[in-house]
């Protein structure tokens, strides 16, 4: 019979983590706050705590209240600080803050990672992403010297500053014009001309693309995928107006409602953001359009909660796990060697037809 594989569990893990900080020397006579721990490795407060509660039945800790944890002796068995490779990925907002499938995505990547002795580290925060970051970068990169940096959801001056300023770095995402830095990213111009060939095929002539603004480099790929459908359109008068908004549900809707009320609206809409999604469908919902009798809408990403909807959307899904898997080979790559085999890497997702379009009568 063969043996089990061994499993870690996430509280071990932490343990295993924390241990090797303190074997380290990272803390000398005191942890650091739970709440900052939390945020560090990007756990619980449960998973912490049952950490933190075996590491004080080994001896290793001793709960002191009002003050702390306080560090009594080094862990037992083989420090594994030696093994670990830390790797960083840097997003705007916090985990709770971001699509279900990218905080999946990011889930898998921590593990797939761990497997080879690397600990993923997540930052976020607005003042990454303003429209000048350099100060804020360089003093984050400064107190956080990581190997490795990935970057989700950046925009065009943080993706400016990395490739001028750290070699090790990896865009999980579509890069900018005229910027050369390492990605992996869904083929969004290949998505969205297949999204506007298939509308255009149902008889639709006026599309629209609802993006937030400033459009990211994958939106402005989105564009071109849809211009180039439209070009190679045997519909003389087809056309496609690219309508940005500030996020907000408010603002999409006001959006929307500019957008529908022109002399000759759009009949089909390809929104690029599975949340955005939701409120496109409700807007147009208040304006007494229906969906997709009166106006077919795709969306170009996915997540869990679309296929809750009536009617089902139609959109382009991709397993986040495959994505996951994707990132852990060029991360290893930059590792191991400074550099990523190939700049530029892109997965084409899978077209889903609900019941979100229709022929245009």
Known sequence: MSELPVRHSLVNQTVELLGAEIARGTWSEWLPSERSLCEKYQISRNTLRAALGRMKRDGVIQAVHGSGNRILAQPKGKP?????RDVALLTPEGLERLRPTQSIMIDELRALLGEHGCRLHVFHGAQYFRANPGQALTKLL??????????????????KWFSENCTCCIVAGSVHDGLKLTHRDLDHRAVCRHAAGTLLGLGHARLALVVPKPPMAGDLESEAGMLEAVRQSPHAGAEVVVCQHDGTVAGIGQTLRRLMARRNPP????????????AVSSHLAQLGLRVPEDVSVVSRDEDLFLSYLVPLPTRYVTNPHAFAKLLQR????????????QQEIKLMPDFIRGGSIAART
């Open 80 to 84: 594994r600080r030696a093994q670990i």
């Open 142 to 159: 400064a107190q956080n010297p990581h190997p490795c940096w990935i970057l989700l959801r950046s925009s065009a001056p943080v993706q």
């Open 267 to 278: 009949t089909a809409l390809l929104v690029a953001n599975a949340y955005h999604y939701l």
């Open 330 to 341: 060029s991360v290893l790559e930059v590792l191991e060697s400074g550099r990523a085999t």
